[in-house]
T-cell receptor, first 114, second 116 residues
Framework: EPEVTQTPSHQVTQMGQEVILRCVPI?????FYWYRQILGQKVEFLVS????????KSEIFDDQFSVERPDGSNFTLKIRSTKLEDSAMYFC????????????FGQGTRLTVV | GENVEQHPSTLSVQEGDSAVIKCTYS??????FPWYKQELGKRPQLIID?????GEKKDQRIAVTLNKTAKHFSLHITETQPEDSAVYFC???????????????FGKGTKLSVIP
């Protein structure tokens, strides 16, 4: 069964450093998303991406965040200057269609900012 | 924006009993309501979803009901088993004509424990 894959599974970084989280969505999917989950809290939407541009973003997704699809398979989330409060599990997801079709989630990247 | 409230936050049931988790949403335009199961340290996985044109959907031991007037939807698990133990999240999304609102708004989750 096709899966969304994310790398790395765990990343530790120092405050102020840049991090790039990587995702390979399911190959025939057209819509890509990043969500985050702070420990013990609910999953929160960050951004959606379609046709090589951001479709929608939340207030969490400020200027420190950016997304990119550098080639036909990868989808990346960059955090320019990490803060302690960026520590969370970051999930990539993809779907064939729009917001009323199943979103498949990756296994997540646990980001720890120290 | 959309707000999804989920109750209870924790739920313990005896194996074989039923479990019910309830969610309410605020945006009457929401029309897609998935439920995700997340086992400890793993990815959220879709277990069932419902669209606003139906009131109930069932898949073996799992069922979801939707009341559009009251803006609430519920997950029902019958004959619970220990492997049902996990955190369950409800979510809501909406699709406008000609475009999509691509985000899922999640509830805070319910930790279900099934006691053997």
């Amino acid at each position: 069964e096709p899966e969304v894959t994310q790398t790395p599974s765990h990343q530790v970084t120092q405050m102020g450093q840049e991090v790039i989280l990587r995702c390979v969505p399911i190959s025939n999917h057209l819509y890509f998303y990043w969500y985050r989950q702070i420990l013990g809290q609910k999953v929160e939407f960050l951004v959606s991406f379609y046709n090589n541009e951001i479709s929608e973003k939340s207030e969490i997704f400020d200027d420190q965040f950016s997304v990119e699809r550098p080639d036909g398979s990868n989808f990346t989330l960059k955090i320019r200057s990490t803060k302690l409060e960026d520590s969370a599990m970051y999930f990539c997801a993809s779907s064939v269609g729009r917001g009323d079709t199943e979103a498949f989630f990756g296994q997540g990247t646990r980001l720890t900012v120290v | 924006g959309e707000n999804v409230e989920q109750h209870p936050s924790t739920l313990s049931v005896q194996e074989g009993d039923s479990a019910v988790i309830k969610c309410t949403y605020s945006d009457s335009a929401s029309n897609y309501f998935p439920w995700y199961k997340q086992e400890l340290g793993k990815r959220p996985q879709l277990i069932i979803d419902i669209r606003s044109n139906v009131g109930e959907k069932k898949d073996q031991r799992i069922a979801v009901t939707l009341n559009k007037t009251a803006k609430h939807f519920s997950l029902h698990i019958t004959e619970t088993q220990p492997e049902d133990s996990a955190v369950y999240f409800c979510a809501a999304s909406k699709v406008h004509s000609g475009a999509g609102s691509y985000q899922l708004t999640f509830g805070k989750g319910t930790k279900l424990s099934v006691i053997p």
